[in-house]
């Protein structure tokens, strides 16, 4: 039987040079923040435990304040090594990794996702296609975030006649997880989580090699009194619980708890708030013109939200089943500080589970960010003037999704834009090019996309382009757009320019539906 314990007496029994596995995703949901804050309490009364590894495919943070999450392990030799998907949110944290306090690598989420798999499985990492030609490879980077990075964690081998990306595993020694309700014989629930992430690949992989177990629940119960269908870790994988105050385990960083995120309850579509006309509306229009009936979907982060809002807009968000890389199905993806939940979702299921699903192909349409892109089509999303953000699901999705769609503003910073019924009219331009020489991360390979016949998009609010067999290709202009002045102008590099150049759908530019559930 699981002991239940205090967070304080949890936080005594990690060791230095310990390698910790922990879930999470983004603003909190499935993280354990009560044994986190313990942690951090105790390192920085004591100075133990030091020198630790982390491993962790979502990065847990409060978006800069510092207060929560991956932030209570940024002090001063914490933590030595860190083996993660994310680490953007965790300001602090991502900051140690700048500068190289901490030798940090990023692997694509789904890889550590199934790495913790993996080791539960007894073998010693993931042998996957992902992550070829992008900075994952290791004739490109290896996924090494800085120079304290020194060791070779990734090879390229050959199975078959084709390469493949061999990541090596780290056997855990802690696992710290994070349910609904434990029983006393350890069982754990997440019924009232949101997500299911890899909670219970990431307790087997640190009980199967030895190590141990801790939980963080909401609430403990009786021996045999869980409805064993929902119970997602079973008390052979456990040795300890804590129950957290309820400060410590909100469902994420905002909200005690969102039914509409379980399926406890269906909220109206109405409630979903309608976007303004602005250039991401704009973008989300011209994106959303692209979904076609039956379709699996993944929205990525910012922008992309934006197309689940013109989808209900237009009446057609039943053509399209949304999908989040934290395990929800369906439904409609939560913004903001909901960021890995889904409103109304229909099926969660694990996070490893789901990005099998991904690196098959399962997605038919996904859209993502553009933060930075180049002349060759290469996308840059990971990192920023030396500012560690990390990949996520970014090169999971991306590179095996069948037809992936870029969008984002056109330039960056601060600009104003106004949009009418007659198209874009740049009153003053954001001062960032985003269309640069060189992407200074590859995230995404226009190489590796065009070898594989990949059907790629890049949609701002002014142009929208294609990966074409020899780079970017201009597609499209926004009317009232000057072409020279207002898109060649503000590129880095000159992008070919296709003989049948198209103007932008007037519809794009008026506040109110385009009529895209007339298409068949």
């Known amino acids: 039987m699981a002991k239940i314990i205090s967070k304080e007496e949890a936080a005594q029994l990690i060791q230095d040079g310990d390698v910790v596995g922990i879930n999470g995703f983004a603003f909190g949901f499935g993280f354990p923040e009560a044994l986190a804050k313990a942690l951090g309490e105790r390192y920085e009364k004591e100075g133990h435990p030091k020198g630790m590894t982390l491993m962790f495919a979502s990065g847990c943070g409060d978006g800069g304040k510092g207060e929560f999450g991956l932030d209570h392990f940024a002090q001063e030799g914490m933590v030595q090594k860190v ?163 309820e400060e410590e385990h909100m469902m994420n960083i905002q909200t005690k708890y969102n039914p509409s995120y379980t399926g406890d309850l269906r909220i109206p579509t109405s409630q979903v708030e309608r976007m303004p006309l602005d250039s991401k509306k704009v973008i989300s229009k011209r994106c959303a013109m692209e979904l076609r009936k039956g379709t699996a979907v993944n929205l990525g982060i910012g922008v992309p939200e934006g197309v689940a809002s013109v989808a209900l807009e237009e009446g057609i968000n039943d053509w399209m089943t949304m999908t989040i890389e934290a395990g929800a199905v369906g439904g409609i993806p939560a913004s903001g500080h909901g960021l890995g939940a889904a409103v109304n979702v229909e099926a969660l299921i694990g996070q490893p589970n789901l990005f099998d699903i991904y690196d098959g192909g399962g997605l038919d349409i996904a859209y993502l960010g553009l933060a930075q892109a180049d002349a060759d089509g290469n996308i840059n999303v990971s990192k920023f003037q030396g500012r560690m953000v990390g990949c996520g699901g970014f090169v999971n999705i991306t590179q095996n999704t069948k037809k992936v769609i870029f969008c984002g503003t056109f330039t960056a910073g601060k600009s104003n834009i106004v949009i009418d019924g007659e198209g874009v009219h740049i009153i003053e331009d954001g001062p960032f090019i985003k269309f640069v020489e060189n992407v200074e991360q590859i995230t995404f390979s226009g190489k590796y996309a065009r070898e594989n016949k990949k059907d790629v998009l890049y949609v701002t609010e002014r142009a929208v382009f294609r990966l074409a067999p020899e780079g970017l290709e201009l597609i499209e202009i926004a009317p009232s757009v000057d072409l020279e002045k207002d898109v060649l102008g503000k590129m880095a590099f000159r992008p070919l320019i296709s003989k049948d150049l198209k103007t932008m759908d007037i519809r794009i530019f008026q506040d109110k539906p385009m009529g895209l559930s007339s298409i068949k």
């Open 83 to 245: 083996i993660a998907g994310h680490v953007g949110l965790a300001k602090k944290f991502s900051g140690f990794i700048k500068d190289n306090k901490i030798a940090a690598y990023n692997f694509p989420q789904g890889v550590v996702a199934h790495m913790f798999r993996e080791m539960a499985g007894g073998r010693k990492g993931v042998l996957t296609h992902v992550g070829l030609s992008t900075f994952a490879d290791p004739r490109v980077e290896g996924g090494k975030m800085n120079k304290e990075a020194k060791e070779d964690l990734v090879k390229v081998v050959e199975i078959g006649g084709e390469e493949r990306l061999y990541y090596e595993a780290k056997p855990l020694k802690v696992a710290l997880i994070r349910g609904t309700t434990g029983d006393e014989a350890g069982n754990i629930t997440v019924d009232k989580e949101g997500v299911l992430l890899e909670t219970m690949h990431i307790a087997a992989a640190a009980k199967n090699a030895g190590g141990i177990v801790i939980a963080q629940v909401k609430e403990i119960a009786q021996k045999g009194s869980l409805d064993p269908r929902k119970v997602i870790v079973p008390g052979i994988m456990v040795d300890y619980i804590v129950q957290a105050p």
